[in-house]
Structure formats: structure tokens, C-alpha cells
């Protein structure tokens, strides 16, 4: 799995090292993670910058972005077309070890045990977080 939807201008390289790979390509609401990203962005920006422009960073970030969707619809014709999985990403967060297991892929009991605590965990932090973060304004 990618990380990061910008690995993928470097997608041949991956490839080329690791032929057998499995990219799972989850699908979010394209104006959501424009915003995140536009607001990640001017926020880095302003570390370095007296000026940030928020028009041409939402330029910027929607052709960068548009670029890499562009980039990766080529991918199943260019590679193996059963390297990619397309995944929308609230399955992935509903039921990650569900989506692993309909992907072919066996965890051991011990590992998804790990996994689940992990999950029960993290999904405490985040719901006491998500209660003392205030609205994004966009």
C-alpha cells in the first residue's frame, strides 16, 4: 500500500523493485482532501513565508493532485492489472482487518489480536480528541 498519493510519480520505480507489489488505492471526496491538503500546506508554507497565497495554493494542489489521480487510472493498463484494489476509504477505516482478509491475506490470531487492542485504543484517543477540536473553518 502507498502511503502517500504522491509515491505514485515514482510508481515505475516500485514496481521495478518490487515486482509483486499490491497497490490499494483508497477513494476519499475529492473537495475533502483538496482542503486538507491546501490547509496542510499554507500551514508549512507560513513557517517559511511572510506571504502564503491561498488562491495559488488551491491551484497548485488541485493540479498537483488531479496530475496523480490522472497518474495512477493509466497504472492498471501500464502494470499488472491485479496490482491495484480500489478501496473506498471509509471501508478501510470501518473494518481494516476485514478489507486485509478480503484481500487475501491471512493474520495470525496473536497479530490480530495486536490489532484489534491497537484499534480499541486508537479509536478512544480519537473520539476524546475529535470532542476538544474545534470546527475547521475553510
Not at 486538507?36 to 499554507?42: D, F, P, R
Request: aromatic fraction near 10%; charge should be neutral; proline fraction near 4%.
Amino acid at each position: 500500500m502507498l502511503k502517500a498519493p504522491a509515491h505514485l510519480v515514482a510508481i515505475e520505480a516500485q514496481f521495478a523493485i518490487y515486482p509483486g507489489a499490491l497497490v490499494v488505492q483508497t477513494h476519499r471526496e475529492p473537495l475533502e482532501i483538496l482542503l486538507s491538503v491546501a490547509s496542510l500546506t499554507m500551514v508549512l508554507r507560513s513557517a517559511f513565508s511572510d506571504f502564503v497565497d491561498p488562491a495559488a495554493i488551491g491551484y497548485e494542489m488541485t493540479k498537483f493532485w488531479g496530475d496523480c489521480a490522472g497518474e495512477i487510472s493509466g497504472c492498471p493498463q501500464r502494470f499488472r492489472a491485479d496490482a491495484f484494489v480500489d478501496v473506498d476509504y471509509s471501508d478501510l477505516v470501518r473494518d481494516p482487518i476485514g478489507l486485509y482478509s478480503r484481500l487475501g491475506n491471512c493474520l495470525s490470531s496473536d497479530v490480530e489480536h495486536r490489532m484489534r487492542v491497537f484499534l480499541e485504543a486508537l479509536s478512544f484517543e480519537l473520539m476524546n480528541r475529535s470532542s476538544r477540536r474545534r470546527a475547521r473553518r475553510w
